[in-house]
């Protein structure tokens, strides 16, 4: 049994996110944690909502609420979609969490005490009136490239341009709108990254199974320019785990935080210690999945994550691993995607364009948005959402083949058989060329699935589904049992045990799906087929089954019609309880 880590990046605090999100991450990390947890392996897939930052305190003052408050409601928030999205989170974990502060603290110690942290004489502005120094975001001003007024300190939304907070003009803090700014010294943290360079270009170079999207983004952050540089860890923020050198404290950094970047990437490993106390194990038991030297040597790391992530998972976070020369683990896999966008243009938070995930629900359950967007993930380009596509691959693969072949073969043994599987007859050459077939198609999903080639499973999962599709229609039972009723039994009795194999396999793209399919067939236990011969008579004769439900209703033209109108922008996109306009 195979042990597996999995991570997907974890999701900022301030608001609800898109489908782009989701299919960024989390959810391609649930597909593999759900096909590893079938093929019988040990598991543990973390996740975590992010919640230190400029970001979470700007979107709690807007909300009215203490930004310690608006996290944990949020991350209730975050918590209760991810579940109804099936995301099968061993624990989904706070950034905030005291686990997260020791850690965090700990790991600043080690890189202090191996001389890779440096202190830096900075000039930032402060604001008079609110008595404190403003991190870029907390500054607005005009773009001096575009003219564009609500430029923010680190970038412009309007052209993107990258900014710095001194080269906006008249600026002005986006906490109180006061413009009485001025530009002060202040000290902060540096982590040494140059110092590092050889040593990650060197692990890098050594992930030959990395996807190119992966290994391209790292060089480049590695070579590019003048290479990898040092980066700031420390910020002049009220919300944050505070500076230590482990347990002690930091001389000159009272009242700062570690920036948000530092802290969040080691939220993955403190997931496990929530993890682990909220079951009631051990330290010796998280541990084990993340200290080589506490038994994690035989564990497979796999991380998920959009290409905007890749930088600080490829360079700045193992960085701060390698330069604590502790036995942590590093990844051994990282899956990155690139982004989707929302019919001809891009998800906006501000304007409410495209689909966020509390507004997905509402339409539609869960797996029909899974297998829209693992069928079309963004692999080795953007991929892009619009209805028309999105109503296609619903009504053809999920209804019409994996929804019309469950619905047919049941409805049908009921009508001539009964509610239990029919007895009678042997299967013969065109079972045996269906089995041979599955056969093949199975070993390449599996490989796609191990490999997770996304598409390419879905893909082939979907071609499993056709071929019980077109065995039924070829063989035509409902024809055959006027002539020879034992070869329509034996016929049927072979489909509902491919009805059971679709249920099985296809669980970890449409879960709710195929537990109704198990349900339905009785099945209480479902074991991945490790002989397909074998397993396509699992449900012998007199077993009992029920219809299910309709697994897939249709999308019809009004209802693309009144989505599109209702997704296409124009109305801000305000938080769960409307209280905020979560920020993109």
Same mark, same amino acid.
């Given at each position: 049994?195979?042990?597996?880590?999995?991570?997907?990046?974890?999701?900022?605090?301030?608001?609800?996110?898109?489908?782009?999100?989701?299919?960024?991450?989390?959810?391609?990390?649930?597909?593999?944690?759900?096909?590893?947890?079938?093929?019988?392996?040990?598991?543990?897939?973390?996740?975590?909502?992010?919640?230190?930052?400029?970001?979470?305190?700007?979107?709690?003052?807007?909300?009215?609420?203490?930004?310690?408050?608006?996290?944990?409601?949020?991350?209730?928030?975050?918590?209760?979609?991810?579940?109804?999205?099936?995301?099968?989170?061993?624990?989904?974990?706070?950034?905030?969490?005291?686990?997260?502060?020791?850690?965090?603290?700990?790991?600043?110690?080690?890189?202090?005490?191996?001389?890779?942290?440096?202190?830096?004489?900075?000039?930032?502005?402060?604001?008079?009136?609110?008595?404190?120094?403003?991190?870029?975001?907390?500054?607005?001003?005009?773009?001096?490239?575009?003219?564009?007024?609500?430029?923010?300190?680190?970038?412009?939304?309007?052209?993107?341009?990258?900014?710095?907070?001194?080269?906006?003009?008249?600026?002005?803090?986006?906490?109180?709108?006061?413009?009485?700014?001025?530009?002060?010294?202040?000290?902060?943290?540096?982590?040494?990254?140059?110092?590092?360079?050889?040593?990650?270009?060197?692990?890098?170079?050594?992930?030959?199974?990395?996807?190119?999207?992966?290994?391209?983004?790292?060089?480049?952050?590695?070579?590019?320019?003048?290479?990898?540089?040092?980066?700031?860890?420390?910020?002049?923020?009220?919300?944050?785990?505070?500076?230590?050198?482990?347990?002690?404290?930091?001389?000159?950094?009272?009242?700062?935080?570690?920036?948000?970047?530092?802290?969040?990437?080691?939220?993955?490993?403190?997931?496990?210690?929530?993890?682990?106390?909220?079951?009631?194990?051990?330290?010796?038991?998280?541990?084990?999945?993340?200290?080589?030297?506490?038994?994690?040597?035989?564990?497979?790391?796999?991380?998920?994550?959009?290409?905007?992530?890749?930088?600080?998972?490829?360079?700045?976070?193992?960085?701060?691993?390698?330069?604590?020369?502790?036995?942590?683990?590093?990844?051994?896999?990282?899956?990155?995607?690139?982004?989707?966008?929302?019919?001809?243009?891009?998800?906006?938070?501000?304007?409410?364009?495209?689909?966020?995930?509390?507004?997905?629900?509402?339409?539609?359950?869960?797996?029909?948005?899974?297998?829209?967007?693992?069928?079309?993930?963004?692999?080795?380009?953007?991929?892009?959402?619009?209805?028309?596509?999105?109503?296609?691959?619903?009504?053809?693969?999920?209804?019409?083949?994996?929804?019309?072949?469950?619905?047919?073969?049941?409805?049908?043994?009921?009508?001539?058989?009964?509610? @239990?599987?029919? *007895? %009678? !007859? +042997?299967?013969?050459?065109?079972?045996?060329?269906?089995?041979?077939? $599955? &056969?093949?198609?199975?070993?390449?999903?599996?490989?796609?699935?191990?490999?997770?080639?996304?598409?390419?499973?879905?893909?082939?999962?979907?071609?499993?589904?056709?071929?019980?599709?077109?065995?039924?229609?070829?063989?035509?039972?409902?024809?055959?049992?006027?002539?020879?009723?034992?070869?329509?039994?034996?016929?049927?009795?072979?489909?509902?045990?491919?009805?059971?194999?679709?249920?099985?396999?296809?669980?970890?793209?449409?879960?709710?799906?195929?537990?109704?399919?198990?349900?339905?067939?009785?099945?209480?236990?479902?074991?991945?087929?490790?002989?397909?011969?074998?397993?396509?008579?699992?449900?012998?004769?007199?077993?009992?089954?029920?219809?299910?439900?309709?697994?897939?209703?249709?999308?019809?033209?009004?209802?693309?019609?009144?989505?599109? @109108?209702?997704? *296409? %922008? !124009? +109305?801000?996109?305000?938080?769960?309880?409307?209280?905020?306009?979560? $920020? &993109?």
């Amino acid at each position: 049994m195979a042990r597996h880590l999995i991570t997907s990046a974890i999701p900022y605090i301030n608001g609800i996110k898109h489908l782009g999100n989701l299919i960024g991450s989390q959810l391609p990390a649930d597909l593999f944690a759900r096909y590893q947890r079938a093929r019988g392996n040990d598991v543990l897939f973390l996740c975590a909502t992010d919640e230190h930052g400029t970001p979470a305190e700007l979107a709690a003052a807007k909300a009215g609420k203490p930004v310690a408050d608006y996290c944990a409601e949020m991350h209730k928030v975050q918590a209760d979609i991810a579940r109804r999205f099936r995301l099968s989170f061993d624990h989904f974990g706070r950034s905030s969490s005291p686990q997260n502060h020791a850690l965090t603290q700990h790991f600043a110690g080690r890189l202090a005490e191996n001389d890779l942290i440096s202190e830096v004489s900075e000039r930032q502005v402060y604001s008079i009136a609110d008595g404190r120094f403003l991190p870029d975001r907390y500054i607005e001003g005009t773009c001096p490239n575009c003219g564009y007024d609500k430029a923010r300190g680190d970038q412009c939304e309007n052209c993107t341009k990258q900014l710095e907070p001194t080269d906006l003009i008249d600026p002005r803090s986006a906490v109180s709108g006061a413009t009485d700014l001025e530009v002060r010294e202040t000290r902060h943290l540096y982590l040494r990254q140059s110092a590092l360079k050889d040593a990650l270009n060197d692990w890098i170079d050594s992930k030959t199974d990395w996807p190119v999207l992966t290994t391209s983004i790292a060089k480049k952050w590695l070579h590019d320019g003048d290479g990898l540089r040092d980066r700031g860890i420390t910020r002049d923020l009220d919300w944050g785990i505070p500076v230590r050198k482990g347990t002690e404290d930091w001389p000159g950094m009272e009242g700062k935080v570690f920036y948000v970047w530092f802290d969040a990437p080691i939220e993955y490993i403190a997931c496990a210690a929530e993890w682990a106390e909220a079951n009631g194990l051990t330290e010796a038991d998280w541990q084990s999945w993340w200290r080589t030297d506490k038994g994690a040597e035989d564990v497979r790391y796999t991380q998920f994550m959009g290409k905007d992530n890749v930088p600080f998972h490829t360079l700045s976070f193992p960085a701060t691993i390698i330069g604590s020369g502790e036995p942590w683990k590093l990844v051994d896999h990282l899956k990155s995607f690139n982004y989707l966008t929302y019919d001809g243009g891009q998800f906006s938070t501000s304007q409410g364009r495209g689909i966020f995930m509390d507004q997905a629900l509402e339409l539609l359950p869960a797996d029909y948005w899974r297998w829209w967007l693992l069928s079309h993930a963004p692999e080795n380009s953007d991929a892009e959402f619009t209805w028309d596509n999105f109503q296609a691959s619903v009504n053809k693969d999920l209804a019409d083949v994996l929804g019309n072949f469950v619905s047919r073969i049941t409805k049908f043994c009921r009508s001539k058989f009964g509610e @239990a599987v029919p *007895s %009678g !007859g +042997q299967t013969g050459a065109e079972e045996a060329a269906v089995v041979a077939d $599955l &056969s093949e198609r199975l070993d390449r999903y599996a490989r796609f699935m191990e490999a997770m080639e996304v598409r390419k499973a879905a893909q082939e999962l979907r071609a499993i589904w056709v071929t019980g599709n077109e065995y039924l229609q070829s063989v035509a039972p409902w024809t055959g049992i006027k002539s020879d009723p034992d070869q329509a039994a034996m016929q049927t009795r072979f489909a509902l045990n491919l009805a059971h194999l679709f249920a099985v396999i296809s669980a970890p793209f449409v879960p709710d799906a195929s537990a109704k399919i198990l349900t339905s067939l009785n099945v209480l236990e479902p074991i991945w087929p490790a002989d397909l011969q074998e397993f396509l008579y699992t449900l012998g004769p007199d077993h009992p089954f029920t219809v299910p439900d309709v697994l897939f209703a249709k999308i019809t033209d009004t209802q693309v019609e009144e989505w599109q @109108a209702r997704f *296409s %922008g !124009g +109305q801000s996109r305000k938080g769960a309880e409307g209280e905020a306009e979560a $920020l &993109s």
